[in-house]
C-alpha cells in the first residue's frame, strides 16, 4: 500500500512543527525519517497515522493509503500498525495478551475465534522468537524483547502500512543492531510499506530504502541512501549525515589562508568555509608547496577498522576529527602530542542550497 | 564512610522524638476513645450503640459515604482524564481550582452551601418555591460531603496519568480498539491501585467529616444526625461514655480504612516485585554463549530461563 501526503502542515500553537510537504512512498519501501530533535519527523509520522491531524488550511490537504483517501478517517479505521518509542505495551496484560489485544478488540461479527486468535497470535510470537515468553508480563522482558512484542502486537491486526517511531531508540547498540537487520529482514519477507522515525543518520542510511532527510518542519532531501551520502543537496543534510571538519578562511589568489596555516584552491577570492569528511583528511609528515597544514595529534581511538585521530591547531577553531587506516596509524607512529600536516584530500563547499565538490587545486 | 545525619546520637534523638510524639498525640488518644467507651463495662457500651438514634447516625452516615464514593470517583476520574490527556486553556487553573475544598475551612464550604441552597438563599429561594428543600436534610449533608472530598481521587489520578502518559491508549486506539474499550481495558487497569487508594481516603473524609456537615444538618436527631454531629451532641450532654461509645464506632471505621489503605499499600509494593526487572531475561541471554551461525534473534535462551509463574494475573 503506497502512502501519498499532499500539503501536509502542523502547528502547534504559534510554533510551526511542519512546513507544508508532499511526500510519496511507494508500496512495499522502508522508508526513513531522518533528523535531529524538533525537525518534526515524529510529527510527521504521527500524522500518517492519524494520531495527530494535519493544519486545516485554505489550500485542502489530503492523505492517500494506496487509492484510500483516510484524510478524514479515524486512526483505529486507517488499519495501520504503529510501533512507539517506548513500546507502550500494556503493562497489566501478559505478552499473549498484549498481542492478542486488536484482535480481541474487533467487532463481534468480524472478531476471530479464540481458537484462531490463538494460532494467530502464536505465529505471531514465534515470528519474533518469544512464544517461550508469552505468559510474561511486559515488565519480565528485556527492551529488546518488549520492542518485538510490540511489534508482534501492531502486526496483529495485518495493517496496511507500518510505522515505527525510534523503534530502537531506547536500546544498547549491540542489540539496536541485531533489531535493525531483523527488522530490515521481515519488512523483506512480509513486503508491506513501512516508514520509521530516528535520530540516528547510520540507522536510516542502513535500513531504509529511502530516506527522508528533514530539518525544522522541512524536508531537506528524498533520497536514496547513497545518493544521500554522496551528493547531499545542501549543507545541512551534509553535515546531519557524518562527522565534518571546518577550515574556515580567506581566499586570495587561489590560496585559502587561515592563521599560519594556507592550502591552494580553486576558488574566486573571499570568506571561504570548506567542510572535510574524516576520511577526507590525509596526514603526512610534511608540508606540500600547495598545502601547508600543521596539526597536532590531541587524542587516539584506535577501535574499528580505522583509527580516529583528534587533531588541534591555533588555527582551528574547532578540533578535527580524521581517520587513518591501521597500516597508516604505524607507518607515522603516530602518539598524542605529535606534529604532523593535513593533506586534503577533497573538500565539500555548500552557497546557498547548492554543492559543490571539489579536489584541492592540484594534488 | 557516615551518611550525612547518620551520627548515632543524631538519629537516637531523631527516632526517639519521633516516637514519642506519635505516642503521644496518635497512639494514646486512640487508646483513651476505646478506654473511655467501656469504662462503665461493655452492657453501657452496648446499650449505647444500640441506641436507636446512634443506630440511625450510623445508618445515615454510612448512606452518605455510600453516595459520596461513587460521585467522587465519577468525578475524579473524568477531571483526571480531562486535566491529563488534552491541553486547553485554563487547564492550569482547573488543577488550582480542584484543591479549593482542601483550602477552604469545611465550616466555610457549609456557610457556602446554605447561603446559596438556604430557604433564602440565591438558589434556595427558588428551590423553596418548588417544595425542595436541600437543606436541613440528606441532600444538604451529602451536597457538602460530596464538595469536601471531591479532590482526593482526582488527586490521586493525576500525577499517576500524568507519568504514566497517553502512549498506552493510543496503542489501543491503533489496534483499532473505540475509545470507550480503551478506557474499560487500558487505562483503568492501570490506575485501579490508585483510584482505590482515593476511594479509601474519600470514605475516610466522607464518614468523619464534622464542620460542613454541623452548618448543613441541623442536627436532628434521628433525621439528620450523622455519627460525628451524634458525638458531639452527646458530649455537649454529658453523657461521656454515650459520646465516647460513637466515637470508638468512628475510630473503628478509620482504622478499617487505615487496614485497607496498608493492605493495598503491601500488595502495591508486592507486585512491583513481581514484575520487578531482577529477573530480566537479557541479563541471563547475555551470559549464555552464542554460537556463530546463530540468526540474530536465536540468541534467546528458551526453556532453561523459563520462570514458573504460577498462578497468572492475580487480581
Known sequence: MSIRLHNIAKHFGATQALEPLELTINEGELVGLLGPSGSGKTTLLRIIAGLESPDRTCTPSAIYFGERDVTQVHVRDRRIGFVFQHYALFRHMSVYDNVAFGLSVMPRSSRPSSAEIRRRVFRLLEMVKLEHLAKRYPAQLSGGQQQRVSLARALAVEPDVLLLDEPFGALDAKVRQELRRWLRHLHDELNFTSVFVTHDQEEALELSDRVVVMSNGRIEQIDTPDTLYRAPKNRFVFEFLGDVNHLEGHVANGVLTCGDAHVAVELPDGHEELLLRPHEIRLAEAPSPESHLPVTVTAISPVGAEVRVELAADWLEAPWLATVRHADFERLALSRGKRLYAHLRRWHRFESNAASLRSPATS | MRRIGDAPLT??????????????????????????????????????????????????????????????????????????????????????????PFAVSPVVAGLIYLLLYGRNGWIGSWLDQHDIQLMFAWPGILMVTVFVTCPFVARELIPLMQAQGSREEEAAVTLGASGWTAFWRVTLPNIRWALMYGVILTNARAVGEFGAVSVVSGAIRGQTNTLPLHVDQLYQDYNTVGAFASAALLALIALLTLAAKAGLEWRAARRETRYSSDQLPETVSKSVPKTSSQTPLESMPSGQNRQPLGGERRL
Request: with cysteine; aromatic share 12%.
Open chain 2, 11 to 100: 538519629r537516637r534523638l531523631l527516632i526517639g522524638l519521633a516516637l514519642a510524639l506519635s505516642a503521644l498525640f496518635l497512639l494514646l488518644p486512640l487508646v483513651a476513645i476505646f478506654a473511655q467507651a467501656f469504662s462503665q463495662g461493655v452492657a453501657v457500651f452496648w446499650s449505647n450503640v444500640s441506641n436507636v438514634f446512634t443506630l440511625h447516625a450510623i445508618g445515615l452516615t454510612l448512606v452518605i459515604a455510600l453516595m459520596t464514593i461513587p460521585i467522587c470517583l465519577v468525578f475524579g476520574v473524568a477531571l483526571a482524564w480531562l486535566v491529563t490527556r488534552f491541553s486547553f486553556p485554563g487547564r492550569r487553573l482547573l488543577q488550582t481550582l480542584i484543591d479549593i
